[in-house]
């Protein structure tokens, strides 16, 4: 089953939050729609915080949920490598769990 949620890479405003093409370009994440669509069940992606931005510190979607926020998964069970942070020593992806956190 499929839900539509707002889109965390533009914040719902259908714009690309960083005008990287022009002030009035359309969210690269959404179209600019401002909502996106992710297979329920679904967790708030933790290797962003739910922002859908990377948290990297390049201005483009979060490599994880690819800039919706959320992910979708079905387990409950914290990786056990990075602990439930989706992130591994070295500030990138667990390549354990993906970067969501749960196996």
């Known amino acids: ?3 539509i949620i707002k889109c965390a890479f533009c914040s719902g405003s259908g714009k690309d939050p960083y ?3 022009s002030p009035i370009s359309d969210c690269l994440v959404c179209n600019g729609s401002g909502k ?3 297979t329920h069940p679904l967790k708030k992606c933790v290797f ?3 922002s859908g931005k990377n948290p990297l510190g390049a201005r483009v979607p979060c490599i994880v949920c690819g800039g919706k926020g959320s992910n979708h998964f079905e ?3 914290k990786c056990t490598q990075c602990k ?3 992130r591994s020593t070295d500030g990138l992806p667990c390549t354990s769990c993906g970067g969501k956190g749960f196996k």
């Open 1 to 3: 089953m499929s839900n």
């Open 75 to 77: 387990g409950d069970t």
């Open 36 to 38: 996106v669509e992710i």
């Open 19 to 21: 005008d990287l093409l």
């Open 84 to 86: 439930g942070r989706g």
């Open 48 to 50: 962003c915080s739910g």
